[in-house]
C-alpha cells in the first residue's frame, strides 16, 4: 500500500468518525483490513492500579456496546469504498482492547473469503448441527 492509499483511508476516518468518541485515533492498515484504534477519554476512577485497570476495560465495554450500531454502518462503508475490512479497538490508562475483527460484517461482496470459507463449512456439515433435532421415525397407523 503506498502512501496515497493510506492518507486516503486515514483521512476519510477522521471525517467520518463522530466527534466525541475519540481523543485520539490511529488508523492502519494490516493485510486486508484496516485497524481504528482510538484513544478514550481519561478517567479518573480508582486509587490501585487494579482498580484503574479495571475502570478502563469496563469504559472499554462500555464504549463497544454503545457505539455498536454506528461502528457497523461505519464499517460497511468503509468496507465498500477501500475494499478492505475493518477491526476497531479503543485505549484507555494502558488498557488496549480491539474488537469486531473482520469489520462490519457485512463484507463487500458475497464472494468474499469470509464468506465462501463459512458457504464451504455449512455444506460439509449439513445435517450434523449441535442443535438439530433428532429425526423421529414417522408412526404409521394401521387399521384392523
Not at 464499517?75 to 465498500?80: F, L
Given at each position: 500500500?503506498?502512501?496515497?492509499?493510506?492518507?486516503s483511508?486515514?483521512?476519510?476516518?477522521?471525517?467520518?468518525?463522530?466527534?466525541?468518541?475519540?481523543?485520539?485515533?490511529?488508523?492502519?492498515?494490516?493485510?486486508?483490513?484496516?485497524?481504528?484504534?482510538?484513544?478514550?477519554?481519561?478517567?479518573?476512577?480508582g486509587?490501585?492500579?487494579?482498580?484503574?485497570?479495571?475502570?478502563?476495560?469496563?469504559?472499554i465495554?462500555?464504549?463497544?456496546?454503545?457505539?455498536?450500531?454506528?461502528?457497523?454502518g461505519?464499517?460497511?462503508?468503509?468496507?465498500?469504498?477501500?475494499?478492505?475490512?475493518?477491526?476497531?479497538?479503543?485505549?484507555?490508562?494502558?488498557?488496549?482492547?480491539?474488537?469486531?475483527?473482520?469489520?462490519?460484517?457485512?463484507?463487500?461482496?458475497?464472494?468474499?473469503?469470509?464468506?465462501?470459507?463459512?458457504?464451504?463449512?455449512?455444506?460439509?456439515h449439513?445435517?450434523?448441527?449441535r442443535?438439530?433435532?433428532?429425526?423421529?421415525?414417522?408412526?404409521?397407523?394401521?387399521?384392523?
Amino acid at each position: 500500500m503506498d502512501d496515497k492509499e493510506l492518507g486516503s483511508i486515514k483521512g476519510w476516518f477522521a471525517g467520518r468518525l463522530p466527534d466525541g468518541w475519540f481523543t485520539g485515533v490511529e488508523v492502519a492498515v494490516e493485510d486486508d483490513q484496516i485497524v481504528v484504534i482510538g484513544t478514550l477519554p481519561e478517567l479518573n476512577l480508582g486509587s490501585t492500579p487494579e482498580e484503574k485497570e479495571g475502570a478502563a476495560s469496563g469504559r472499554i465495554a462500555r464504549f463497544r456496546e454503545e457505539t455498536r450500531g454506528e461502528r457497523i454502518g461505519i464499517a460497511r462503508e468503509a468496507e465498500e469504498r477501500f475494499k478492505k475490512y475493518v477491526t476497531w479497538g479503543a485505549k484507555l490508562d494502558g488498557v488496549t482492547k480491539r474488537f469486531n475483527p473482520g469489520g462490519g460484517g457485512g463484507g463487500w461482496s458475497g464472494n468474499d473469503r469470509r464468506s465462501v470459507m463459512i458457504r464451504r463449512w455449512m455444506r460439509r456439515h449439513r445435517g450434523r448441527g449441535r442443535y438439530e433435532q433428532p429425526q423421529q421415525p414417522q408412526a404409521q397407523s394401521q387399521i384392523f
